[in-house]
């Protein structure tokens, strides 16, 4: 595994699509760059992803030139080797993850969230699915993700971790599915959307609760316990 980033033998084409767009407005703080267990939240989602997808684009808006300049920071030098052990990834290759990132910039992001997916989704070219993951669940735990991107099937397009019968993030949407979210107006959003017949749901009851959590205000740090 050093040196080498693999992903899962016969796992389908997957980009991971990060929603980093925001104005962090209810959080006081700009919540890419916060940390949580010293890494920040943008970095570990990107470092947990780089296990499972091909490819891993971050959608940006708001504070962009911050994103860019962190980004490329944390990428021009060698890794905090607790980075890596916190985001449970502590053989690959710094390079090899860093050639997976792109960020895109998505101007409209002031109409709101669905506007950065939109943006991702006419990028994704060649993969089959796509990743749909907010950034602010930095707290999910990486084996997560080896379990949820097991789930795939042919019989689904949209694929859901769900929690005690409540259904959480991040998503899973195949390809067949991204013309209706794109040609969709800009303050539709995807829960509405998701409700016409192409859309076939499969739900996955996982044991992970962190599906149902995210960093949305101080107070949600504060009750997590682990964020700095």
């Known amino acids: 595994m050093a040196g080498t980033l693999r992903v899962r033998k016969n796992m389908p084409c997957i980009e991971g699509l990060i929603i980093s767009a925001g104005f962090s407005g209810r959080m006081k703080?700009?919540?890419?760059?916060?940390?949580?267990?010293?890494?920040?939240?943008?970095?570990?989602?990107?470092?947990?992803l780089s296990r499972v997808c091909r490819k891993i684009r971050?959608?940006?808006?708001?504070?962009?030139?911050?994103?860019?300049?962190?980004?490329?920071?944390?990428?021009?030098?060698p890794p905090d080797k607790s980075w890596l052990e916190t985001a449970g990834v502590p053989e690959i290759?710094?390079?090899?993850?860093?050639?997976?990132?792109s960020l895109t910039l998505n101007p409209d992001y002031p109409k709101g969230m669905f506007t950065s997916l939109q943006t991702g989704l006419r990028q994704v070219r060649h993969c089959d699915w796509t990743l749909y993951h907010f950034v602010d669940q930095p707290q999910?735990?990486?084996?997560?993700?080896?379990?949820?991107?097991?789930?795939?099937?042919?019989?689904?397009?949209?694929?859901?971790?769900r929690y005690r019968g409540r259904g959480g993030h991040p998503l899973?949407?195949?390809?067949?599915?991204?013309?209706?979210?794109i040609r969709s107006e800009s303050d539709t959003t995807l829960h509405t959307l998701s409700q016409l017949p192409v859309f076939r749901k499969a739900f996955?009851?996982?044991?992970?609760?962190?599906?149902?959590?995210?960093?949305?205000?101080?107070?949600?740090?504060v009750n997590m316990g682990e964020a700095e």
């Open 58 to 77: 971050v959608i940006t808006g708001y504070r962009v030139d911050e994103i860019e300049r962190a980004v490329e920071q944390w990428f021009s030098q």
């Open 140 to 161: 999910i735990p990486p084996e997560f993700y080896l379990s949820f991107t097991g789930r795939l099937n042919s019989n689904a397009n949209w694929i859901q971790p």
């Open 172 to 181: 899973l949407l195949h390809r067949s599915v991204f013309g209706e979210i």
């Open 93 to 101: 290759s710094w390079a090899d993850i860093s050639q997976k990132i």
């Open 204 to 221: 996955w009851d996982c044991p992970f609760a962190e599906v149902l959590q995210n960093f949305n205000t101080p107070t949600d740090v």
């Open 29 to 48: 703080q700009f919540k890419p760059l916060l940390n949580i267990d010293g890494v920040p939240f943008l970095l570990g989602i990107i470092l947990k």
